[in-house]
């Protein structure tokens, strides 16, 4: 729609898309200002020589490496994948393109041009402002700012204020919003009035003016090209002069430079009395957040503050061409009378920030916050997994979808609140239902219990693993950064609201971190110490407090030695000042005979074979060998603990598609629908007699390894692979001789794969006999068992199988 007129014309439809983007990426003409101070923060020269060093060939194909395999390619239509492939061929001629821009500061003719595809941010979009450009870069120009934004990242994080969450080392997305959340809880306990102001920036990445900053970075930007696709097809070129492009390597970065200059700007303000932020304590106060453009105003409540953000943001807004959208900023109130915050947004022109609201799509603020924020997250886990995908989606092709969703659409509300037992239900209910393709609001009979789908390979389960340990092992994250003390902002807030690491296992308040504190104390009470494997791990020994750290045995030696702990006089000593002074020199008095002599022999026995090194001490996980954390660690932790416990592990062969080893596993556990199982789930049946044989009745045993037909191709697998005659009557009596088979390990996998194919087979031949219009033939069973089980093995395998060989000698084939 174009001033009130549908257009339908392609061409009209096409130009009113370049023009509307080419007016938005045009020069913005001059600049009214400039910041006039330097940045406090600069690189040494070891940093800036790193930076320019010259570009060597193994840096590049490294970039190219690191790139997708498949994105979206240019206009040249080529991408990352086929340079991999064919690098021998033409890993020279891109080598010696971007080294040409190395060089020269500038690309070739055509290297810097790009398609922009539109993405709709609404559901029903009208006009052209309704959609999102979307860069689709070109290989070359990639390459060169994944190589300038790998050198940039190895030095920009001592450039970036810690109030900067987005894109560095060591710090990660979800601590502004729990910053937020903890100084909420802080305010509301206290009743201190405060306000939070949300600033939307209008079209941030689109509104960058670009200053000079190496001849490199101006050279990837002042030649870009683009042309608009509309409906896949692309409209003539226009040159931009703004804006920063989506999908690029060092947009990134870019953008975050240039928010620092507003980071050091507030800041100034601050100093100078026109803002006044949230004192935590007397070293310590939260004014602003940022991650990437998201930015968020936090101070007390006062008219001077409002005027001196909006007085601040405008000067900004004139220097770097980003300004503020005050139709979706948003102001919010604490301890302040609804008519004082309606009255306060009226005057900016902004809207009234209800709790709850959402920070980078996390909702912050009261329990009406955690309520929306569990309903958008099952509502996202249903729509993830639909309808649609349950039709067209095999068991195998369902339980791979499970496994993604699980690192995908809860992880962000997971990783900061604790989920509630009935959100955790629903949540498991909806995966449950669709791994056994249950329709919403249909019935139908699950075979297996979801706790033993949710369970390890390791004791019968198929992995899947549950949320609720994953939700509790996300929050255990938060317990290990706080415990290694990484210097983040983040801990730093902690440390002032709840009282520092004395007072680690307790908070001063309701707030997320005091339902961290709380879940962990739960879990330890319930079985599950996941604190008892975060010990130090001593180097120096100059930041591991002798007495009340755990970095001997499993315990604080306050505790283990209470006699001599009343004694010292130092009790937040450190183990290198104890160990080079010595234990008693630090005493108030001289060790008497009795429990003090006995509990100081012990404690210098302990301490004979500790000698101390030049590393720093640092905190270890013990549940692997690295001593690192890992989120997947502790949920296993606790999904083998909450779990059941199979007698033997799955038996799992990657070599067949995994539906087949999913109805394997429910063979092996006699959860299939034979006619036994279903009439003893009360199922109206017209027999319950074997379909194949009509003498016994179906049973697992029966029909997979009893049946006369059964024995025949069990008969024809054992002579093709030159087994000999064999006969069982069971699983375990199958097993049993399969363990016995004498033949290489992957020949083993191989042949267990031609069984599972044979199962399946027999199941298949079952139903049809049971479903299909017509009967199947039985001639041709061990025929499709030979031609499946080659052309899985083949495909899934990574082995090179030869036909003759397969279908004669199996058993001699050379791996």
């Keep these: 729609m174009v001033e009130g007129e549908w257009v339908d014309d392609p061409i009209r439809v096409k130009d009113e898309f370049r023009v509307h983007f080419a007016n938005r990426f045009q020069d913005p003409g001059f600049c009214y200002g400039k910041i006039n101070f330097e940045f406090p923060n600069r690189l040494n020269a070891d940093q800036v020589s790193d930076l320019e060093s010259p570009v060597s060939y193994d840096e590049i194909r490294d970039a190219v490496w690191a790139c997708g395999e498949n994105k979206s390619p240019g206009p040249d239509g080529y991408t990352f994948d086929f340079f991999r492939k064919f690098w021998d061929v033409v890993g020279s001629d891109l080598c010696t393109a971007v080294l040409w821009f190395f060089e020269h500061g500038s690309f070739a003719s055509g290297c810097n041009s790009s398609f922009i595809t539109i993405i709709p941010k609404i559901l029903d979009p009208k006009v052209v402002n309704d959609f999102r450009p979307i860069s689709l870069i070109g290989c070359i120009y990639k390459t ?37 959340n903890e100084i909420l809880s802080r305010c509301k306990t206290k009743k201190q009035k405060t306000m939070i102001f949300k600033v939307d920036f209008a079209k941030a990445y689109d509104s960058i003016r670009w200053r000079s900053w190496r001849s490199w970075i101006r050279g990837s930007l002042v030649s870009s090209k683009s042309s608009i696709l509309v409906n896949g097809s692309p409209t003539s070129e226009f040159h931009s002069h703004c804006g920063l492009k989506q999908g690029d390597p060092l ?8 928010m620092k200059s507003l980071h050091l700007s507030f800041s100034r303000a601050i100093d100078a009395g026109l803002f006044t932020g949230i004192k935590l304590d007397s070293s310590l106060s939260i004014s602003h957040l940022f991650y990437a453009d998201d930015v968020v105003f936090i101070g007390e409540w006062s008219n001077g503050n409002l005027s001196g953000i909006l007085n601040i943001l405008k000067c900004f807004s004139l220097l770097s061409g980003l300004s503020i959208n005050l139709n979706k900023s948003q102001l ?25 609201f959402k920070y980078l799509g996390v909702r912050v603020g009261d329990n ?5 924020a569990w309903d958008d997250t099952v509502t996202k886990l249903r729509k993830r997994l639909s309808r649609w995908k349950l039709k067209t989606l095999s068991i195998g092709g369902r339980l791979t979808l499970l496994k993604s969703v699980l690192g995908s659409s809860p992880i962000y509300n997971m990783s900061l ?11 498991e209910g909806i995966r449950r239902d669709f791994f056994n393709g249950i329709q919403e609001g249909h019935r139908k009979i699950s075979w297996t219990k979801w706790s033993k789908v949710l369970a390890a390979k390791k004791f019968g389960g198929l992995g899947v693993s549950s949320f609720f340990a994953l939700n509790r092992a996300l929050l255990a994250k938060w317990f290990w950064r706080y415990l290694t003390n990484d210097g983040s902002l983040w801990c730093r807030v902690i440390s002032s609201i709840h009282g ?8 001063a308040q309701p707030s997320l971190w005091g339902s961290i504190i709380k879940e962990m104390n739960s879990l330890k009470v319930q079985g599950v110490d ?7 791990r001593v180097g120096n020994g100059s930041k591991t407090r002798f007495w009340k750290d755990i970095w001997i045995g499993d315990s604080q030696l306050q505790h283990m030695f209470p006699r001599l702990f009343a004694l010292e006089s130092a009790k937040d000593s450190y183990v290198a000042e104890k160990l080079d002074t010595g234990i008693s020199a630090s005493f108030r008095r001289t060790v008497r005979g009795g429990a003090e002599s006995y509990q100081l022999d012990l404690l210098l026995n302990l301490l004979e074979p500790i000698s101390l090194s030049s590393l720093d001490d640092r905190w270890v996980c013990d549940l692997n060998g690295d001593g690192e954390f890992r989120v997947k660690d502790i949920r296993l932790m606790i999904d083998e603990f909450f779990l059941p416990k199979g007698d033997a592990p799955t038996r799992w062969i990657n070599c067949i598609p995994i539906k087949v080893n999913i109805f394997a596993w429910k063979m092996f556990l006699d959860r299939l629908p034979t006619r036994s199982n279903l009439a003893r789930r009360n199922v109206v049946l017209s027999s319950v007699l074997c379909p194949i044989c009509d003498v016994y009745p179906e049973d697992m045993n029966h029909l997979f390894f009893k049946c006369s037909m059964t024995r025949d191709i069990t008969r024809l697998v054992c002579r093709w692979w030159d087994l000999g005659e064999s006969s069982f009557s069971s699983y375990g009596e199958w097993l049993s001789f399969f363990k016995s088979i004498r033949l290489t390990s992957k020949l083993k996998i191989i042949l267990e794969g031609v069984f599972y194919t044979m199962w399946w087979c027999l199941w298949s031949f079952r139903n049809r006999l049971l479903f299909a219009p017509t009967n199947p033939r039985k001639d041709s069973l061990f025929d499709d068992i030979v031609l499946l089980s080659f052309n899985w093995i083949l495909a899934r395998g990574k082995i090179k199988l030869n036909w003759v060989s397969w279908i004669q000698h199996p058993s001699l084939i050379s791996l």
């Design 530 to 536: 996941i604190v008892s494997h975060f010990r130090i």
């Design 251 to 258: 947009a990134p970065f870019l953008f975050i430079l240039i």
């Design 332 to 356: 919010l109130g604490v301890g302040v009378s609804d008519n004082r915050v309606f009255e306060a947004a009226l005057t900016l022109g902004c809207s009234v920030m209800k709790y709850p």
């Design 417 to 427: 609140f604790k989920a509630p037992k009935s959100v955790i239900n629903k949540m």
């Design 144 to 180: 060169v700012t994944k190589i300038l934004a790998s050198r940039l990242s190895m030095v920009i994080s001592s450039l970036i204020s810690d109030v900067q969450t987005s894109f560095l080392s060591n710090r990660q997305i979800p601590d502004g919003p729990f910053i937020i």
């Design 368 to 372: 009406m916050s955690l309520v929306n």
């Design 500 to 507: 520092g690491h004395n007072q680690i296992m307790s908070a």
